[in-house]
C-alpha cells in the first residue's frame, strides 16, 4: 500500500526565500507524479506532472524533481512570494493503479 | 491546464433532503473520475472511484447507498447525497484524469451545509 509522507507540515518564510518541500512515497512503481497546491476553501491546481522516466520538470519559478528509485520528489520554489502561500501536495500514481495518493501536505506562509 | 468544472459551488439543505453535485470534465475526456471530501484543516479524503459506464468502486467506510455515484459519459460524472443530515456538511471535490499524460484535475469543489 502507498503511503506518502511530506515534510516539512508547515513552513512558514519571509518574502523571497528560496523554498524546498519534501515528499517521499514508500512504493516505487509509479506512472507519474504530481505536485497540487490548494488555497483555503478551493480546489486543487496542478503544478507540475513527472512522468517516471523523467528526473525533473519546471515551470516558472517551480522545479519537481523526482528519484524513483529512492522513493522521493522535491518541489523548488524561487524567490517565493505571498501569493505563494497555500497547502501544496505531492500525489504519485502507480503504475496500473487508478487511485492517486495525496500526502497531507505542507502548508506553506510566506509573509510580506 | 485543463478544467473541471463542478456545480453548485455551495449548497445549503434541510436534513433529510438529497443533494445532487455535477463534475465535468470541460475539455477533455475523461477515463476515470473520483470524488473527495475534506474537513476543515484535513487532508482530501477518496470517497469513491468512477469509470465511465461501470459502477464506482467505493473507498471503505464510504456508504454506496448514501453517497450514489453516476458517471454517465467520458465528461460527466454526479455525486448525490441522499438523506443528508448535518454530519454530511463539508466540501466535496471531484476529479477527472484523462489525457495523454494520464493528469489529474481537480474542479473548484461543493460546499455543502445541511441544516
Known amino acids: 500500500k502507498q503511503e506518502v509522507t511530506q515534510i516539512p507540515a508547515a513552513l512558514s518564510v519571509p518574502e523571497g526565500e528560496n523554498l524546498v518541500l519534501n515528499c517521499s512515497f514508500t512504493?516505487?512503481?509509479?506512472?507519474?507524479l504530481q505536485w497540487f497546491r490548494q488555497d483555503p476553501g478551493k480546489g486543487l491546481t496542478s503544478l507540475l506532472l513527472?512522468?517516471?522516466?523523467?528526473r525533473e520538470q519546471t515551470s516558472g519559478r517551480l522545479n519537481a524533481s523526482l528519484d524513483k528509485s529512492s522513493g522521493r520528489s522535491t518541489l523548488y520554489i524561487a524567490a517565493s512570494q505571498p501569493g505563494d502561500s497555500a497547502t501544496y501536495l505531492c500525489?504519485?500514481?502507480?503504475?496500473?493503479?487508478?487511485?492517486?495518493?495525496f500526502g497531507a501536505g505542507t502548508r506553506l506562509f510566506v509573509k510580506a | 491546464g485543463a478544467v473541471v468544472s463542478q456545480h453548485p459551488s455551495w449548497v445549503i439543505c434541510k436534513s433529510g433532503t438529497s443533494v445532487k453535485i455535477e463534475c465535468r470534465s470541460l475539455d477533455f475526456q475523461a477515463t476515470t473520475m473520483f470524488w473527495y471530501r475534506q474537513f476543515p484543516k484535513q487532508s482530501l479524503m477518496l470517497m469513491a472511484t468512477?469509470?465511465?459506464?461501470?459502477?464506482?468502486?467505493?473507498e471503505q467506510g464510504v456508504e454506496k447507498d448514501k453517497f450514489l455515484i453516476n458517471h454517465a459519459s467520458l465528461t460527466l460524472s454526479t455525486l448525490t447525497v441522499t438523506s443528508a443530515h448535518p454530519e454530511d456538511s463539508s466540501f466535496y471535490i471531484c476529479?477527472?484524469?484523462?489525457?495523454?499524460?494520464?493528469?489529474?484535475?481537480f474542479g473548484p469543489g461543493t460546499r455543502l451545509t445541511v441544516l
Open positions: 476529479s477527472a484524469r484523462g489525457g495523454k499524460n494520464n493528469e489529474q484535475f
Open positions: 500525489a504519485p500514481l502507480r503504475t496500473g493503479g487508478f487511485k492517486t495518493i
Open positions: 513527472i512522468q517516471s522516466s523523467q
Open positions: 468512477s469509470n465511465e459506464g461501470s459502477k464506482a468502486t467505493y
Open positions: 512504493d516505487s512503481a509509479i506512472y507519474n
